[in-house]
């Protein structure tokens, strides 16, 4: 079909609020390959947004769908249940890195995954109060909005938000926010907005997504949790973006022992393509609610169970966390000495193959989104694809299926070795 005449049926149909970011349409995609309709090839280093951890269309994933619509597509879980659910909360609270016995129970987004964690720690505590960060990205619900830390483009125009959402700062050393005053600013709240007594959770990004793959501190998080455990207040973490061997671990929470959170959101990569997402915490945290309290009726669909159940088992047959580690040590050496010859790149962070480098224009030394723009457009034209993140824009963020075959992964660096000489 010609391209023209379906952005024209596309403008047409579809409101502008849903943008879009490539001018192509995609025909078929197979592990870190997306072809186009006109057949044009690209290696896909965006996954879905942080989806496709084990590739599109991976064979084990593929033939899990299809056993399930052999048998059935769909009862809402809380009318005729099945196993498979059960299945798959247990595997998650074995492998999920809470204290004591845990529960998950599942949903079908991120955004409703987060949600369901703020209603299961409001239902748990008695309290209504919210603290998140500057930078923070929760969702477009109108709770998640509030939770998130970004006005453009999510929350423009779209307010008023539900109350008792507070934002202290999130620690970043690009923009000066240290440890120690991230920690104050919620001190901070405590004295000047909120009672730490009407606090319910603290909603966190190990690593935060939209806002720039910037990495929680050791001691950030050891921070946080001493302060719950001092006001009684629940420590819940967003593992949406970060789940599922990206970082080089099954959850981003491993890396820091024993601060631990009570509830843990996920979504994303879990599916392997398909939607859906969960909650797992404290079994006497999960337990709070009321029967009835928490569900939906499409939440832990038959179909995207089995993909999940099947993406668990290509993690571990296929060393996923182990080959995560190894693909981003290889990017970040490759990003270091561009840096030597590219005076815009300030920065690269990463953990695992959670990776992001940030760009500054080198005559103002402010953030430049034109720089990282014109990087993903030299990018695109040699055939990678890349997607973009942080505040103003200016962060390049690398989600490669951790599936990439070696010799495609070294084609997508070879490419952005040249583009980061232009």
């Known amino acids: 079909m010609d391209q023209s005449e379906l952005e024209q049926r596309r403008k047409a149909a579809t409101p502008?609020?849903?943008?879009?970011?490539?001018?192509?349409?995609?025909?078929?995609?197979?592990?870190?390959?997306?072809?186009?309709?006109?057949?044009?090839?690209?290696?896909?280093?965006?996954?879905?947004?942080?989806?496709?951890?084990?590739?599109h269309r991976h064979p084990k994933v593929v033939a899990a769908v299809k056993a399930q619509l052999e048998l059935f597509t769909h009862t809402a879980y809380q009318v005729v249940p099945y196993a498979s659910y059960i299945t798959l909360a247990e595997r998650i609270n074995a492998l999920a890195p809470v204290e004591g016995a845990a529960k998950?129970?599942?949903?079908?987004?991120?955004?409703?995954?987060?949600?369901?964690?703020?209603?299961?720690?409001?239902?748990?505590?008695?309290?209504?109060?919210?603290?998140?960060?500057?930078?923070?990205?929760?969702?477009?619900?109108?709770?998640?909005?509030?939770?998130?830390?970004?006005?453009?483009?999510?929350?423009?125009?779209?307010?008023?938000?539900?109350?008792?959402?507070?934002?202290?700062?999130?620690?970043?050393?690009?923009?000066?926010?240290s440890v120690e005053a991230a920690l104050e600013s919620i001190e901070y709240l405590f004295r000047a907005d909120i009672s730490p007594q009407d606090v319910a959770a603290i909603v966190f990004e190990p690593i935060q997504g939209e806002g720039g793959f910037n990495i929680a501190p050791q001691e950030f998080v050891e921070g946080l949790r001493a302060l719950c455990d001092q006001h009684g207040i629940l420590l819940i973490a967003d593992e949406v973006q970060s789940g599922f061997a990206r970082t080089g671990k099954m959850f981003a929470m491993e890396y820091y022992g024993s601060a631990r959170?009570?509830?843990?959101?996920?979504?994303?990569?879990?599916?392997?393509?398909?939607?859906?997402?969960?909650?797992?915490?404290?079994?006497?945290?999960?337990?709070?609610?009321?029967?009835?309290?928490?569900?939906?009726?499409?939440?832990?669909?038959p179909l995207a169970v089995a993909s999940s159940l099947a993406v668990l088992d290509i993690i571990e047959e296929e060393q996923l966390c182990e080959r995560a580690q190894k693909l981003g040590a290889e990017l970040v050496e490759v990003l270091q000495q561009a840096k030597a010859a590219c005076p815009a790149i300030v920065d690269i962070r990463a953990r695992g193959s959670m990776v992001a480098v940030e760009f500054n224009d080198p005559q103002t030394g402010k953030p430049s989104a034109d720089i990282t723009r014109r990087y993903q457009r030299l990018a695109l034209e040699a055939g990678l694809m890349l997607l973009s993140c942080g505040i103003h824009g200016n962060v390049i963020r690398f989600l490669y299926p951790l599936t990439i075959p070696d010799a495609q992964f070294k084609q997508a660096l070879d490419i952005l070795t040249q583009v980061l000489k232009d």
């Open 104 to 177: 998950t129970t599942f949903f079908t987004t991120g955004a409703e995954a987060v949600e369901n964690a703020v209603k299961i720690a409001r239902s748990a505590t008695g309290r209504s109060g919210v603290i998140t960060f500057s930078g923070a990205f929760h969702g477009r619900t109108l709770l998640t909005m509030a939770l998130t830390g970004k006005v453009l483009p999510y929350k423009k125009g779209f307010g008023p938000f539900p109350a008792s959402v507070f934002h202290a700062r999130y620690p970043n050393a690009q923009q000066g926010v």
């Open 261 to 301: 959170a009570d509830l843990i959101t996920m979504a994303k990569s879990l599916g392997g393509g398909l939607p859906i997402s969960g909650v797992v915490g404290r079994a006497e945290v999960m337990d709070a609610p009321e029967p009835g309290g928490l569900g939906g009726t499409y939440a832990g669909s």
């Open 16 to 55: 502008r609020g849903v943008s879009v970011m490539y001018d192509f349409y995609a025909g078929k995609a197979e592990n870190a390959t997306l072809w186009d309709e006109q057949g044009r090839e690209f290696i896909d280093f965006t996954a879905g947004i942080a989806v496709l951890n084990t590739g």
